[in-house]
């Protein structure tokens, strides 16, 4: 089978994480990804990551971790000429991409009802921190705000009184996988009904969607959730200290736990009901700290798993992508570059398998308007007309325009 998008047109207008990442995930299957950027201020991700060359070269970690299976336009949408290209290369798409402060692109005359008047099978969606409607919707934010506006960081932590901010930007990541299963979803209704519409994503849903087994207990009992650290309501589901490392149990149901405590050879610890096993807690949790500091770590990975409950000893990335199971699951995509200068680039790929095609990236994360030419010639651009726009891009930019 072909891959899933393929056929389909993206216009990415969108930097950073959030964006980048949904239209990422549409070029990990298939579709055609044109990712637009203004020549003077190019994605910001371009300049983020640990090695100093790449970031200097404005090809930075954080933009080849989702920059992969994109082309590249140089325009600067501030300008008339720029705002023309930008017309005549949605007027040809699938799904146009934004993720400026709600309003921004209205305002330039790229809102959705003016490109849905170009393409009225347009598929248009904006991401922004708090979303298009409400008092804080002109409001910008990234993933830490977000933490910590949502109540993520206050239930993070260890309950002494200093919230932690999660180590991966989970609700950036999040809002691009929701993105990209909102335009999946709109699509899916275009084929039944024939018409495009606008998709409003806000990182701030995304963030209270995440916690929705928190914000639904709140909502019935009134009760703010705490921070615990690593401990959970039962004494077997938690992080202990083994003789050498830390390691996660996740014996959480009853029958679990029934087997944990008889494979530690404490019958008398079974507990029958949920109830009994919450009044039990601390009687159990010494006991499980006793029992797993006498041994390594790895012992008793293999020793409890076995015994078919869940654990795992806490390890560092380096050896999550290392792992065997990591490299079965092969989501560890290798990339190949003609010029030799990303060639090899290992990035992430998606979280699932289809039986009906499997992720591909043709071609390696690019330089910003790599594609200029290739594009605008085939939007009907003659030469004469592509240089004049790019300098006008570039002299608009210059301005501050």
Same mark, same amino acid.
């Given at each position: 089978m072909k891959p899933a998008f393929s056929g389909l047109r993206v216009v990415d207008t969108t930097?950073?994480?959030?964006?980048?990442?949904?239209?990422?995930?549409?070029?990990?299957?298939?579709?055609?990804?044109?990712?637009?950027?203004?020549?003077?201020e190019p994605d910001q991700a371009r300049f983020q990551g640990t090695d100093r060359d790449l970031t200097g070269a404005a090809m930075g970690a954080s933009f080849l971790g989702q920059g992969g299976g994109k082309k590249a336009l140089a325009l600067n949408l501030k300008t008339d000429a720029g705002q023309d290209a930008l017309r005549r290369l949605?007027?040809?798409?699938?799904?146009?991409?934004?993720?400026?402060?709600?309003?921004?692109?209205?305002?330039?005359?790229?809102?959705?009802?003016?490109?849905?008047?170009?393409?009225?099978?347009?598929?248009?969606?904006?991401?922004?921190?708090?979303?298009?409607?409400?008092?804080?919707?002109?409001?910008?934010?990234?993933?830490?705000?977000?933490?910590?506006?949502?109540?993520?960081?206050?239930?993070?932590?260890?309950?002494?009184?200093?919230?932690?901010?999660?180590?991966?930007q989970v609700v950036d990541y999040a809002t691009g996988l929701?993105?990209?299963?909102?335009?999946?979803?709109?699509?899916?209704?275009?084929?039944?009904?024939?018409?495009?519409?606008?998709?409003?994503?806000?990182?701030?849903?995304?963030?209270?969607?995440?916690?929705?087994?928190? @914000?639904?207990?709140? #909502?019935?009992?009134?009760?703010?959730?705490?921070? %615990?650290? +690593?401990?959970?309501?039962?004494?077997? =589901? &938690?992080?202990?200290?083994?003789?050498?490392?830390?390691?996660?149990?996740?014996?959480?149901?009853?029958?679990?736990?029934?087997r944990l405590w008889t494979a530690l050879g404490r019958t008398d610890l079974i507990k029958a009901d949920n109830l009994a096993r919450i009044a039990g807690y601390d009687e159990e949790h010494d006991a499980l700290s006793r029992i797993i500091a006498a041994k390594p770590a790895g012992y008793w990975e293999t020793f409890l798993t076995q015994n078919r409950i869940p654990a795992a000893r806490v390890r560092r990335m380096e050896e999550a992508l290392s792992d065997p199971q990591t490299l079965d699951r092969g989501q560890i995509m290798t990339l190949s570059d003609p010029s030799g200068r990303l060639n090899g680039l290992k990035v992430i790929g998606p979280a699932f398998?289809?039986?009906? @095609?499997?992720?591909? #990236?043709?071609?390696?994360?690019?330089?910003?308007? %790599?594609? +200029?030419?290739?594009?605008?010639?085939? =939007? &009907?651009?003659?030469?004469?007309?592509?240089?004049?726009?790019?300098?006008?891009?570039?002299?608009?930019?210059?301005?501050?325009?």
């Open positions: 930097h950073v994480l959030a964006g980048p990442f949904a239209s990422y995930q549409l070029a990990l299957f298939g579709a055609e990804v044109i990712k637009v950027e203004n020549p003077a949605v007027a040809t798409a699938d799904v146009f991409v934004e993720n400026y402060r709600p309003g921004a692109f209205d305002a330039l005359g790229l809102g959705y009802t003016a490109l849905s008047q170009l393409n009225p099978r347009l598929i248009y969606c904006s991401i922004s921190a708090f979303g298009a409607t409400g008092p804080r919707r002109a409001e910008t934010g990234y993933d830490n705000v977000i933490q910590a506006f949502s109540g993520m960081m206050d239930l993070t932590g260890f309950g002494n009184g200093r919230p932690l901010k999660c180590g991966a929701t993105a990209a299963f909102a335009i999946t979803a709109a699509l899916f209704q275009r084929e039944r009904e024939g018409h495009g519409q606008h998709i409003d994503v806000s990182m701030l849903d995304v963030a209270m969607t995440l916690m929705t087994a928190h @914000g639904t207990d709140f #909502l019935q009992s009134g009760k703010h959730p705490r921070a %615990a650290g +690593n401990r959970f309501g039962f004494a077997t =589901l &938690g992080m202990y200290r083994a003789a050498d490392a830390d390691m996660m149990i996740g014996a959480s149901n009853l029958r679990q736990q029934r398998r289809m039986s009906g @095609g499997q992720a591909v #990236l043709p071609t390696p994360p690019q330089a910003v308007g %790599a594609q +200029n030419a290739e594009i605008l010639r085939a =939007l &009907g651009l003659t030469d004469a007309e592509i240089e004049a726009l790019c300098v006008d891009t570039l002299i608009g930019a210059d301005a501050g325009v």
